[in-house]
């Protein structure tokens, strides 16, 4: 998209958001224009004193408006989720830009150019609503489309397969995952005993395990974070005629990540780092995008593809069956109250509308099941469909009546069907065509507990998912299967835990092992489950590039935040057109010297300073520039904070620009001269001359735009 159109567009929105915003604190002043009042509307005399018995005097128990205050204050909490407890959520459009009407008879999926309101849930799996955002963890992406048809809720997740195959094993798994109950220990963490004793004598969580170590885990923003529907469902067309469908959320800047220590500093830094990242994009205007995409497959053909498609511990490769692109998510409205909206929103897979339908996958059928009881434990009662957040805006018309919470007031008399009290005229619902009409499916066998041998094969897509690695991002994985087992204190654990990876990759396996003292598992290596049985699908792909843990957004840098570092002397010419461009790109620059305020520029100008890096680190930018100019320099290699923030962006394998005297910042790093810097991937190195500056410009944004350089020497050491 040309340059001036995308700024065209980024202003539009800025625009929009901005005069929302306006009216929103329109609204606010409106509402608060008023006199304080109580729940009941009594007018406050005083909100700062309590009545009593003089002025000196105790409490008077007849102080209703103390009381009034009090009790709702004590009561302002409520339960909160079991998993996905700590969310970030945003307003948006789904807009259909490839119509599936030869596959389903939804209209929100058959309509081109239709746009249907949604509000997005993004949550982490583990840790409870105070953990912090950036720990390793697979993330919730729950997507609720307000149809005409009724709300269809795609509870998905940052992964496209899960842990275990049955929802039989859903509550061990998170009883496994979530803290040790004798003690309470640790928060938002899998690097602990119980997790990986589950893990461990439970084959079928490999795969996902493969995941959870990846970079994957650790996405750099939730925008730039690929979402999955897990889950097989079916698509029906008008003519009945049903198909197998994946749902896929690709994020348009890509899909990035952190480095795993960087991660754990922003945790202490900004707990709140990813959604404080998302609101922060929204509130300055922007919107957070991704495609809808969708593998479609024939009935008939799905015993064909090597997996079984029930099985929510299996995926289908891209390059078995591509995927479409049929349409777009736009994020663009910030909530206006978290607890009303992002806390009491309540997801349910159940939450289908006709032309799709469920498959018989014994997890999701299992969800279907206690999604209805954990909202109305976590709400209150049966009417959390009536708040404001989950209410459809569809027309709604029930015979359900009453329960807690009521907030719609049911007019007539009659409170069942059919009757024919209410009109003078007969109502009934007969099971006529009109409705929902679930697929007719075929369902002839005998009850029994177990699952086809087709779930049997646990370990071919973790061998898969190893092999499409870049050889980087495979020792990243086994650098967090190491942080993980180094936490677990049963010897027995961790040896099950790599006797398991054997059966994925014995040089996995091997690397794993050997710096824990591991005893390396023999060819035979059980897996550490009674009666286990290896079983293998006979493998399609030696390798799945779409399964590589980086995908490129199509080279941009939009919102992508670059510090500069500068000090009284700097050369700001070069500088100068490199943050135009950036800007130019969607990027922003933010100055940090050693204390804010104004300094002198190398030509005398006052150039203003906001931050400082003497507390900001590295770690919240996604590149760095160092300008020349000599005395600049001079103050910044005589500044240990300074310096430990160049060789912190350096080791995390992020862009960094160096001019002219800057160059002098790379030499801990052992880069004596600019020609031997020049050669290293993601390190820009140039010069003030004008003649020099486009091309340097240009040179940091392609740097910038590959995200992150783990090639370079040194990336991820920790000294």
């Not at 990242?277 to 995008?289: P, S």
């Not at 032309?355 to 049966?382: K, N, V």
């Not at 061998?463 to 980087?472: H, V």
């Not at 912190?648 to 005297?661: F, L, P």
């Amino acid at each position: 998209m040309p340059q001036s159109r995308q700024e065209s567009q980024r202003k539009s929105r800025a625009g929009e958001t901005a005069a929302a915003k306006q009216k929103q604190l329109e609204a606010f002043a409106q509402d608060a224009q008023g006199p304080l009042t109580t729940s009941s509307g009594v007018v406050l005399p005083d909100n700062h004193h309590s009545l009593k018995a003089g002025a000196r005097g105790p409490l008077l128990a007849e102080d209703f408006i103390l009381r009034d205050k009090l009790a709702h204050f004590e009561h302002e909490r409520i339960p909160e989720r079991v998993a996905w407890a700590r969310g970030a959520g945003a307003h948006g459009f789904f807009e259909l830009t490839h119509s599936l009407v030869d596959y389903t008879h939804a209209p929100v999926l058959c309509e081109v150019g239709a746009r249907t309101p949604v509000f997005v849930r993004f949550s982490n799996m583990t840790g409870s609503q105070g953990s912090a955002d950036t720990v390793r963890d697979m993330r919730g992406f729950a997507v609720k489309f307000y149809t005409r048809e009724g709300n269809w809720d795609l509870v998905g997740a940052s992964m496209p397969v899960f842990f275990v195959q049955d929802a039989m094993k859903l509550p061990d798994l998170m009883h496994a995952l979530k803290a040790q109950p004798h003690h309470g220990m640790p928060q938002a963490s899998s690097a602990h005993d119980t997790f990986w004793d589950f893990a461990s004598l439970m084959p079928e969580c490999t795969h996902a395990l493969m995941w959870l170590m990846s970079d994957r885990a650790l996405p750099r923003s939730l925008r730039m974070m690929d979402g999955f529907g897990v889950h097989t469902f079916r698509l029906v067309n008008a003519h009945g005629v049903a198909h197998f469908v994946k749902f896929h959320w690709k994020a348009k800047l890509g899909c990035h990540s952190l480095a795993a220590e960087e991660a754990t500093r922003i945790a202490g830094e900004d707990p709140d780092f990813l959604r404080r990242d998302l609101w922060k994009t929204i509130a300055d205007g922007g919107a957070a995008e991704w495609d809808l995409a969708v593998q479609l497959i024939a009935q008939d053909k799905a015993a064909a593809l090597g997996m079984d498609l029930l099985d929510p511990t299996k995926l289908i490769p891209e390059e078995v069956v591509a995927p479409v692109v049929v349409g777009r998510l736009v994020l663009n409205r910030n909530p206006e109250n978290f607890f009303a909206e992002v806390e009491q929103v309540a997801f349910h897979p159940g939450h289908i509308v006709p032309g799709i339908e469920f498959t018989s996958d014994p997890l999701l059928q299992g969800r279907l099941l206690s999604y209805t009881s954990s909202q109305i434990a976590r709400l209150g009662g049966p009417n959390h469909g009536d708040l404001p957040i989950n209410r459809p805006v569809c027309p709604v018309h029930s015979f359900q009546r009453d329960g807690a919470h009521r907030t719609a007031i049911s007019r007539g008399s009659v409170a069942y069907e059919p009757n024919s009290l209410e009109s003078g005229a007969e109502f009934r619902v007969d099971g006529g065509r009109q409705g929902f009409q679930s697929h007719a499916d075929e369902i002839e066998s005998p009850k029994q507990r177990g699952a086809n041998a087709s779930f049997d094969d646990h370990f071919s897509q973790a061998s898969l998912f190893w092999a499409s690695q870049s050889p980087a991002a495979k020792d990243r994985i086994v650098d967090a299967f190491q942080r993980e087992l180094w936490r677990v204190e049963v010897p027995a654990i961790r040896q099950r835990v790599v006797d398991n990876m054997a059966h994925v990759d014995s040089r996995l396996a091997r690397k794993v092992a050997e710096p824990l003292g591991i005893a390396l598992p023999d060819g035979k290596a059980a897996a550490g489950r009674a009666g286990f049985r290896e079983a293998r699908s006979k493998p399609q792909l030696e390798s799945a590039p779409s399964l590589a843990t980086e995908r490129s957004g199509g080279n941009s840098i939009a919102t992508r935040r670059i510090a500069v570092l500068v000090a009284a002397g700097v050369e700001v010419g070069a500088l100068r057109v490199i943050q135009h461009a950036l800007q130019e790109a969607g990027a922003s620059s933010r100055l940090l010297a050693d204390r804010v305020g104004t300094l002198a520029t190398a030509s005398g100008q006052q150039l203003a300073v906001e931050h400082t890096y003497r507390c900001e680190s590295s770690v919240m930018f996604d590149a760095v520039i160092v300008p020349g100019g000599a005395a600049s320099v001079d103050a910044l290699t005589t500044c240990g904070d300074a310096m430990r923030f160049v060789q912190e962006a350096y080791r995390h394998g992020k862009a960094i620009c160096v001019i002219g005297e800057g160059m002098r910042l790379l030499a801990p790093l052992g880069f004596a001269d600019a020609q031997a810097a020049a050669k290293v991937p993601g390190l820009v190195v140039g010069r003030n001359d004008p003649p020099n500056r486009a091309d340097m410009a240009r040179d940091f944004i392609t740097a910038l735009a590959a995200h992150r350089h783990w090639l370079r020497p040194g990336v991820g050491a920790t000294s």
